[in-house]
């Protein structure tokens, strides 16, 4: 896992055109009804004037802005979309088979609070995703959600007790094949009924952890989510559970499945932290949740080899799918790379003691910068080079850039241009181009 904080996963994003309609909008429709005639609206909540906010706070670029409402979970013949609704056709299944029925909630807004995003899911102040420098802040207290989990609090507070929540999601984070800024999960909470484990009154902390109520949560989570493999994946799938850790579930667990003589790891989950339920004003119950990236399964199942497929345009992309049709996806073209490669100290000399203020390089700054000169022209960025001059101290970084379009031949020409103004604009990161 490329990630830093183990809660932050990397099941990554895509996108379409956006759709403007005037039909209100169906925020919850419960997964035992008919799903399609109670679609959300599309492009709800494409409108970049939202995010690019005067802020002192705001670091979304204009790129980032663009992606927001696309609602490629939604598009019924989108891989992402065609993902959404398996998944949810397995629960459904599951509510007339076990008696519960889960509440769908597919358009809940991308802005939300930093409360709702890590204080009501026990992610303390100074945990790393929290920083700047991995999640894209509206003001200093809202933000682009960087998982579904931001929703569960609101929902199990509001009464709700077992539910499905899809959506976008933003991360700042490296740049390859498989991660993109942006990119949808898929949350899934259940409470257990409280005639077989309930909360509050019984009993908590270590005592809980140990007892069978606990392992009966566990059992009826893993139980589920294996179903969930053998529909996507086929009833013969070979699974395993790992331990893991997320601040808001207690025990925590991945899950991985063998792809193709692979370990392929396809999701988070756990019994939700008491102190979470709490909160919620939910102490009384206890359940588990859990949360998967769309992308992330969709280019197992489809052979999406690139995560900027998603969010093409082409046409020839689009053509080979349908509303409910997993098929292996035909490559249209392998367009050439075209690779260029950019120094920079990353610090200023010491020219005395009294050190002068320094802007510190942060990584993903530099990404989202080719980002947004490039767009998705930028294929992948790798560290080739860095070291620390020996008499001087200063830092220097050598970066190699693959620009390759996923629908056309690039010319030098215009790379070389991207790559100028990329320079140009270096400096403002705190760099020095060498
Ligand atoms: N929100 C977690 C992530 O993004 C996944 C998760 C959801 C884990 C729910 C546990 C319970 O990585």
Not at 254 to 280: A, F, P, R, T
Request: net charge negative; with cysteine; aromatic share 10%.
């Amino acid at each position: 896992m490329s990630n830093k904080q183990r809660y932050f996963r990397c099941f990554d994003g895509c996108r379409t055109a956006a759709v403007n309609s005037t039909t209100p909008l169906f925020r919850s429709y419960s997964a035992s009804t008919q799903l399609l005639q109670q679609t959300p609206t599309l492009g709800q909540y494409d409108n970049p004037s939202r995010y690019l906010t005067p802020h002192p706070s705001n670091n979304i670029t204009p790129h980032i802005a663009s992606l927001v409402g696309r609602d490629l979970h939604l598009r019924p013949s989108h891989p992402i979309g065609i993902i959404r609704s398996k998944i949810q056709e397995y629960f459904i299944s599951l509510s007339q088979s076990t008696q519960t029925n889960y509440e769908i909630f597919d358009a809940e807004d991308p802005i939300v609070t930093a409360q709702q995003c890590f204080d009501d899911l026990l992610i303390r102040p100074d945990h790393p995703g929290r920083a700047p420098s991995d999640t894209y802040y509206v003001t200093d207290s809202t933000l682009l959600r960087t998982h579904t989990s931001a929703h569960q609090s609101q929902h199990l507070r509001s009464g709700v007790d077992a539910f499905l929540c899809s959506g976008d999601v933003y991360r700042r984070d490296e740049i390859d094949a498989t991660h993109y800024p942006a990119f949808h999960q898929m949350e899934g909470v259940k409470l257990i009924d409280p005639t077989v484990v309930c909360g509050e009154n019984d009993i908590s902390g270590e005592e809980w952890l140990k007892s069978p109520e606990c392992q009966q949560v566990q059992d009826d989570l893993k139980l589920t989510l294996e179903g969930l493999m053998d529909h996507l994946f086929g009833p013969t799938t070979q699974k395993r559970w790992n331990d893991d850790y997320f601040p808001f579930t207690q025990p925590s667990f991945e899950l991985e499945i063998m792809y193709e003589g692979e370990w392929l790891e396809v999701l988070g989950c756990g019994v939700i932290h008491e102190d979470v339920l709490q909160l919620s004003n939910r102490g009384d119950r206890r359940g588990w949740a859990f949360g998967l990236g769309l992308e992330r399964l969709a280019m197992i199942l489809f052979k999406i080899p690139d995560i900027r497929l998603f969010w093409t345009q082409d046409e020839r992309f689009h053509s080979q799918f349908k509303e409910g049709c997993i098929v292996e996806f035909q490559p249209y073209s392998k367009y050439p790379p075209v690779f260029k490669d950019i120094a920079f100290w990353t610090s200023t000399i010491k020219e005395s003691d009294d050190e002068k203020s320094v802007k510190e390089f942060v990584e993903n700054d530099f990404f989202d910068l080719v980002r947004s000169t490039a767009g998705d022209l930028a294929e992948r960025i790798e560290l080739i080079d860095s070291f620390t001059h020996p008499k001087t101290g200063r830092s220097s970084r050598c970066y190699r850039i693959s620009y390759r379009s996923m629908d056309r031949s690039l010319t030098n020409e215009e790379i070389d241009e991207l790559q100028f103004k990329l320079r140009d604009l270096c400096p403002s990161l705190g760099c020095e181009l060498r």
